[in-house]
């Protein structure tokens, strides 16, 4: 096993990303569930797309956490305290939603890079690596949407 230098800080930024995808991933069920109009099939698809990955992020960053001889987030309302991002709202149309969630995706895009960087200086090549493929999925995606937006 490496030895993480910095370990707690290293923790904390997988916390951070565990909470973020957490609310993410009931962020995206409350839109996959409510979601209606012209646009509906195609975006119901790609909302489950969407937390079906995320749901992944979450069992993969815990895991690490546990690694790390660290205590994953495991109760909601720890989530949505330590979260950088807002839970769904309820009555928003698709395109409000496809909005919220590409203004969600800049917010991990920045705090991800952080994350890497953290890992970095650590000495954490395995949590650098799982940060950097969580960003490269969410930055795709966040193109995807914003190309649904006209952007």
Same mark, same amino acid.
Request: aromatic share 10%; hydrophobic share 40%.
């Given at each position: ?56 992020? %979450?069992?993969? +960053?815990? =895991?690490?956490?546990?690694? @790390?001889?660290? &205590? ?6 720890? $989530?949505? !305290? ?15 939603? %496809?909005?919220? +969630?590409? =203004?969600?995706?800049?917010? @991990?895009?920045? &705090? ?6 953290? $890992?970095? !200086? ?30």
């Amino acid at each position: 096993m490496v030895q993480v230098k910095e370990k707690a800080a290293v923790i904390e930024a997988l916390n951070k990303q565990l909470a973020n995808n957490t609310v993410l991933w009931t962020k995206l069920h409350n839109y996959h569930w409510y979601v209606k109009g012209p646009n509906f099939f195609s975006l119901h698809a790609k909302f489950e797309e969407l937390y079906d990955a995320v749901g992944i992020y %979450v069992d993969d +960053l815990a =895991e690490r956490i546990l690694t @790390l001889d660290g &205590e994953p987030i495991a109760k909601l309302t720890e $989530a949505l !305290e330590e979260s950088s991002i807002d839970e769904a709202e309820y009555g928003l149309d698709a395109k409000a939603m %496809v909005k919220q +969630l590409t =203004e969600d995706f800049e917010v @991990l895009s920045a &705090e991800l890079a952080q994350a890497v960087k953290t $890992a970095d !200086e650590a000495g954490d090549d395995r949590t650098a690596d799982m940060f950097t493929g969580i960003s490269q999925d969410i930055e795709k995606n966040n193109w995807m949407l914003k190309s649904y937006l006209g952007q």
